[in-house]
Nanobody
């Protein structure tokens, strides 16, 4: 499966962005989907995940209450709605897919498929 993330940009603190990630290729599998981010000089960190049915979601503590992950399986697309953005949310955001995890895993190693990343910059 191939993943294409988009929607990044430069915004001000307090603004909102929505990042879509479209899947193509072998989309018949029931993938858990996730979002990770990597800031300059830091390791890639978990942001949010959602199971194929959408029945289970998981968020990093740093984004709870501000970010929402959702998916539209008919469009093979997962979304990350980011509200009340902060400068510390600045990072490259990567979407990922797992065909082995049946939970909304936060573990990097659970995901075998990765998109190319989209830059989000939040100015103060």
């Amino acid at each position: 499966v191939q993943l294409q993330a988009s929607g990044g940009g430069l915004v001000q603190a307090g603004d909102s962005l929505r990042l879509p990630c479209a899947a193509s290729g072998r989309t018949s599998s029931r993938y858990t989907r996730g979002w990770f981010r990597q800031a300059p000089g830091k390791e890639r960190e978990f942001v949010a995940a959602i199971t194929w049915s959408g029945g289970s979601v998981n968020y990093a503590d740093s984004v709870k209450g501000r970010f929402t992950i959702s998916r539209d399986n008919a469009k093979n697309t997962v979304y990350l709605q980011m509200n009340s953005l902060k400068p510390e949310d600045t990072a490259v955001y990567y979407c990922a897919a797992s065909d082995t995890s049946y939970s909304a895993s936060s573990r990097y190693s659970s995901y075998a498929y990765w998109g190319q990343g989209t830059q989000v910059t939040v100015s103060s």
